[in-house]
């Protein structure tokens, strides 16, 4: 099973590492995938060799794949996948507000979620508001939080 699938997602990785596109692809498939350890995973993904946090096809493939596509991940009940989520949602910020602004949209959900995951996104959008973002993901955020 797993193993099987490390090495056909390494195979393919492998063969077409020299494509971006299809490398984007490959990122977004990545983060969206059942996971033991998400966050462990994703962080390994943000120090894989060609993924480039300066890169906003590579950045929203990875941490919008992640957001949008791995409810498990993104959504767990230790609140970790958004820490890490507002952590990139940053460092992003710092280099191009407006994907930023757009990414961190994926909260926009909280309202629909139980109350102990709209208090965690309640807190990530708090510690991005003291972080001092950008006016763009300022915007989103406030808007966000209410």
């Known amino acids: 099973g797993g193993r099987r699938v490390e090495r056909s997602m390494l195979d393919f990785y492998e063969k077409w590492e020299n494509h971006p596109l299809v490398i984007d692809k490959w990122f977004a498939v990545s983060a969206s995938r059942e996971m033991s350890d998400p966050i462990a995973a994703m962080e ?16 929203r ?50 309202r629909k979620l139980d109350s102990t995951r709209q208090g965690l996104i309640k807190d990530e959008l708090r510690r991005l508001i003291a972080a001092g973002p950008s006016k763009n993901t300022l915007e989103i955020a406030t808007k966000t939080l209410g």
């Open 44 to 59: 390994a993904l943000t120090a894989h060799p060609a993924y480039n946090p300066s890169n906003p096809n590579r950045v």
């Open 61 to 110: 493939a990875l941490v919008g794949g992640f957001a949008m596509n791995n409810p498990t991940g993104f959504h767990h009940i230790s609140g970790k996948g958004y820490a890490f989520f507002t952590k990139q949602i940053l460092d992003m910020d710092s280099r191009n507000p407006q994907i930023a602004a757009r990414l961190l949209g994926a909260f926009e959900i909280w």
